[in-house]
């Protein structure tokens, strides 16, 4: 186990890069069988998703396509909280088998603002795939239909993660110690 420093914190190896690489290859080929005759849609959410998204995207063995979206949250003027608008998405989702690429779940929030957004534009389906999930944390409950790891609720960065904007080019992910 290796210790490395990101800013001022200290983070050990957590899941080896050969450990993330074979999940995400089990991740497509559940994919791939489940949308088998089918053009799913793939919506990573950037910054965090693009390792994930990309490595899941070249393990897939159906025609699929991949947009990328960002999604920014601010203060609504009502007291609902956060609301979430995103950039880059597409306008026309009706009809189409939609799968989310997150890289992480963790109080559910984020998601839970958005996928009025997506529904709204009524996809034929529409699936989420988590590399991360930290149950433990959870506030929104969702339901997630493809998940990497279960991890508990320490901070983690790495594999496209970041920790105050380091840490993304790492191929592994580390967690807090
Ligand atoms: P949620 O809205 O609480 O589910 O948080 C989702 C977002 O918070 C993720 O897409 C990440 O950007 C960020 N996040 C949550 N936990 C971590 C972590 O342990 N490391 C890095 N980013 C995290």
């Known amino acids: 186990m290796s210790v ?3 800013h001022d914190k200290s983070f050990d190896t957590y899941l080896s890069e050969e450990t993330i690489l074979k999940r995400v290859k ?3 080929a559940t994919i791939s ?3 088998e005759g089918r053009r799913p849609l793939f919506i990573a959410v950037l910054n965090g998703s693009f390792m994930f998204a990309s490595d899941l995207f070249k393990q897939l ?3 699929a396509e991949l947009c990328f979206i960002k999604l920014a949250s601010y203060k609504g003027m009502k007291s609902s909280g956060n609301v979430v608008t995103s950039i880059g998405l597409e306008d ?3 009809g189409k088998d939609v799968i ?3 890289d992480i779940v963790d109080t559910g929030k984020t998601l839970h603002n958005f996928l009025p957004k997506l529904i709204h534009q009524q996809p034929r389906s529409l ?3 988590a590399l991360l999930h930290k149950s433990e944390a959870t506030e929104f409950p969702l339901e997630l239909h493809y998940i990497g790891f279960d991890i508990p609720n320490k901070f983690v960065v790495g594999y496209g993660l970041d920790y105050d904007g380091l840490g993304r ?3 592994e992910i580390y967690q807090l110690t």
């Open 169 to 171: 080019n790492l191929k």
């Open 61 to 63: 063995t159906i025609e």
């Open 127 to 129: 699936r989420i795939a």
């Open 33 to 35: 069988k489940d949308y």
């Open 26 to 28: 089990e991740i497509a």
């Open 92 to 94: 026309d989702l009706f």
């Open 100 to 102: 989310i690429v997150e």
């Open 4 to 6: 490395i420093r990101v």
